[in-house]
């Protein structure tokens, strides 16, 4: 079990996931549906992808210069291994990485630059993640026609944001940290306040829930010169240590602390 490290020096997000989540409305076109992030590096230029974990080249499909790495390892909060899907690069980084089915990089290793290949107005790098092992060509065409990875994971939930990586826009999303005493999940409740949440109760957000993420504020009603919607009322679908991840309407929408829950009864 291996933790898998967000990639980039910067986190960028410059179009986020297609389906509404953590209060961040669905963003339309390309990501309709699915869990893509296009993330844009330190602004300007094509930067680098540094292999999150050890993993394997498991599929190029050329026209979009799109690869798929398995990790050669589970991954911490998935339970197996996972599936990360890249567009965009350019043939000649393609070449110069020797990128081939088969081929292993170690973590930290170069393995991808940000490019222009396919349908892109500048420098990026569209990402998906997937649940683990590669399944048939690695990817479908989902009900608004648009190829989406299989067996979609949230790469907000699944990497880990390094504390080395120059935040520069989450896209609203709460990263999983590195070290959570220093940001999105510390809470102002005391824990001596805190009741003990466990998978599957309901609860709700307490109003005095205030964040701390990529130097922004945010709490339950308003974040820093924009409204997020906010639900009454979550289930809780997992808790690991402090950190609950929370659904509304069937769909996980946000991660908090367990200290800024309040269980609701009945
Ligand atoms: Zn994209």
Not at 45 to 65: K, Q, T
Request: hydrophobic share 40%.
């Amino acid at each position: 079990m291996e933790k898998m490290f967000f990639p980039m020096q910067a986190l960028r997000v410059t179009q986020g996931y297609g389906v509404a989540y953590g209060g961040v409305k669905a963003n339309t076109y390309s990501h309709a549906g699915g869990y893509a992030l296009d993330l844009g590096g330190a602004d300007g230029g094509a930067d680098w992808l540094f292999a999150p974990c050890d993993m394997v080249v498991r599929r190029i499909y050329g026209s979009y210069n799109a690869v798929w790495f398995e990790s050669l390892e589970e991954i911490e909060g998935v339970g197996g291994t996972v599936i990360m899907l890249c567009l965009h690069m350019n043939n000649a980084d393609r070449e110069a990485l020797g990128m081939r089915v088969g081929k292993v990089f170690k973590r930290g290793e170069k393995c991808y630059r940000e490019g222009m290949a396919g349908k892109v107005t500048g420098t990026h790098v569209h990402l998906e993640l997937g649940r683990g092992p590669m399944t048939g060509t690695g990817w479908a065409v989902n009900a608004q026609g648009v190829w989406v990875i299989n067996r979609p994971l949230v790469p907000s939930e699944v990497f880990t944001l390094g504390t080395d990586v120059k935040v520069v826009n989450t896209g609203g999303y709460a990263w999983r940290r590195e070290n959570p005493e220093d940001t999105a999940l510390v809470s102002s409740v005391p824990a001596a306040a805190a009741p003990v949440i466990r998978a599957g109760d309901r609860v709700r957000i307490r109003e005095t829930a205030v964040y701390t993420d990529g130097g922004r504020r945010w709490g339950p009603t308003y974040t820093g010169g924009r409204f997020r919607l906010w639900f009454p009322t979550y289930t809780v679908r997992s808790v690991q240590g402090k950190r609950a991840v929370l659904t509304a309407l069937g769909v996980v929408a946000a991660a908090v602390n367990t200290r800024d829950l309040e269980p609701v009864n009945g």
